[in-house]
């Protein structure tokens, strides 16, 4: 029997209808996923409690959603914690331990991930922005837009939104995951740019960061053009959500926004201080967060992939160290949740190297110093105007006299480290005054160089031995010539060994 064409009518009419219920149903189950990163800020944020900041965007987003007053990063400088929130893994754990741009890497290009995980789901998967991972095809993203670190700010904040109206565009029927990497507190920090801010703070405006220690006006300058930064981040996650909800997919999609580590000031980037590690988070999800919602846990940017896959439906891997926030994101109080928080510095690269681990709870924080009292090359690109790597938002010898006592006693402190360190977060948050050694402070001492050596012990650190710290250090010190980035094929040694060691039983 030949298909008349009213039968033809009906049988369309029924697909459409029956694709258009599959679409919804679909939708209803699979939200879509925007993530935003925004570089080298921590919480100086109108939000948080900054007096400074002008973020009226982000202040917003926090009153529609949840913000977590304790975040973290894993490690303080782009790659590893890029790596780390990506792939749900610490950086010991998948590798990249260092900076893309220096040749470290990841120890397995096969490595899951968000893309991997979320293509494989029928997620349309985008980047907007750097990635700054190796190896890059790792993460086979479906559509790669504004792929340079664009530090000079030659791509507005609008191109951006742009850029984000295009993917979205292109999704189609498909649930989407965008992450969007903002660079616009990553030095230089600019203070105009395309008539952005309107109105630029000035040194007299502005004091610097408590945690920082030091004062002039040629800081201030810095400080200042750090908050003209964060408004022009501030306009350009306004425009990137007006796009979101232009494209009509707002009331569907999990927003996410964090900080990838803190501002490089001294004791910030690069360190395993509060200032390096704790950053802004706060997550918007309609009809699943409740509005104005403050959350005081210790939670990590290795709880975003959790979360994500929890939200698209997936099972979360067991070996990702991270939590799913949803129930945080519910208001609801978790039977148990993490007692504390870890980190890792390498340095990130040969002209920084020194090994540093933290861990913290509620209240106090320890820092272990494999290498003690040995020069933190680190810390020399802050505190040494002759070091080749000296960041213009460092301390001076002059800025550094005229500072406090207790500064300048933390200052030497950080540039030749004890082996611990330890700090009582509630009575001195910026870390100021070292108890390690104070017998009052004993059972919080021992407490937590036990938490960091059963974790180091479980998630197979290979740093947990001190010949692999000694063997690392010492490749790192001697490549200081920078001779292996024109080398094509070389790569650091650790990326086979530690892998080799962390696989033995």
Not at 300 to 319: F, M, N, Q, R
Request: glycine share 6%.
């Amino acid at each position: 029997m030949v298909p008349t064409r009213m039968d033809f009518v009906a049988i369309t009419t029924l697909i459409t209808m029956l694709s258009g219920t599959v679409a919804s149903s679909f939708a209803e189950g699979q939200p879509n996923v925007l993530m935003i990163v925004s570089e080298d800020n921590g919480p100086e944020l109108g939000c948080y409690g900054d007096a400074f900041a002008r973020t009226p965007t982000l202040d917003r987003l926090a009153s529609e959603g949840v913000r977590f007053e304790n975040a973290f990063v894993p490690y303080s400088v782009c790659s590893p914690s890029r790596a780390a929130f990506l792939t749900g893994l610490h950086p010991h754990q998948n590798g990249q331990i260092g900076l893309a741009t220096h040749k470290f890497a990841m120890y397995d290009k096969e490595t899951p991930n968000v893309a991997t995980h979320l293509n494989a789901a029928g997620y349309y998967t985008g980047l907007i922005g750097k990635l700054h991972v190796n190896p890059e095809s790792a993460f086979p993203f479906d559509s790669h837009q504004i792929p340079s670190s664009n530090f000079q700010r030659k791509q507005s904040v609008a191109d951006y939104a742009a850029a984000a109206k295009k993917f979205i565009s292109e999704a189609g029927e498909k649930p989407f995951f965008l992450s969007v990497n903002f660079p616009d507190a990553h030095l230089p920090f600019i203070r105009k740019v395309n008539g952005r801010p309107l109105k630029p703070l000035n040194e007299d405006e502005v004091q610097p960061m408590p945690w920082i220690g030091v004062n002039s006006p040629r800081l201030r300058e810095q400080v200042a053009n750090y908050y003209n930064c964060l408004e022009r981040l501030d306009s350009g996650v306004e425009m990137l959500l007006d796009t979101l909800a232009e494209s009509g997919h707002a009331e569907n999609t999990l927003v996410i926004y964090f900080g990838d580590h803190g501002a490089q000031f001294p004791r910030g980037k690069g360190t395993v201080y509060e200032g390096g590690l704790r950053v802004p988070m706060i997550v918007r999800w309609p009809g699943q967060t409740k509005a104005g919602t403050v959350r005081e846990e210790l939670v990590s940017t290795l709880d975003v992939l959790p979360t994500i896959l929890t939200a698209a439906g997936l099972d979360v891997p067991k070996e990702l160290p991270g939590l799913p926030l949803q129930p945080l994101l519910r208001n609801e109080t978790p039977e148990s949740w993490r007692q504390f928080n870890f980190a890792l510095t390498t340095g990130s690269f040969p002209r920084a190297c020194f090994v540093q681990h933290s861990v913290r709870d509620a209240r106090y924080k320890l820092i272990s110093s494999p290498h003690p009292n040995t020069e933190n090359l680190d810390a020399n690109t802050y505190l040494d105007e002759k070091h080749p790597h000296y960041v213009i938002s460092g301390a001076t010898a002059e800025e550094q006299l005229a500072a406090p006592a207790h500064v300048q006693q933390a200052f030497a402190l950080w540039s030749k480290p004890p082996r611990f360190e330890l700090y009582d977060l509630k009575n001195d948050p910026y870390e100021w005054n070292n108890l390690a050694e104070n017998p009052d402070h004993a059972e919080a001492l021992n407490r937590l160089k036990t938490a960091l050596s059963d974790w180091q012990s479980r998630t197979r650190d290979p740093f947990i031995l001190q010949k692999n710290v000694d063997d690392y250090v010492s490749e790192q010190l001697a490549n200081r010539d920078f001779k292996y980035r024109k080398m094509k094929d070389f790569r650091w040694s650790y990326i086979d060994d530690f892998a080799k060691w962390r696989n033995q039983k």
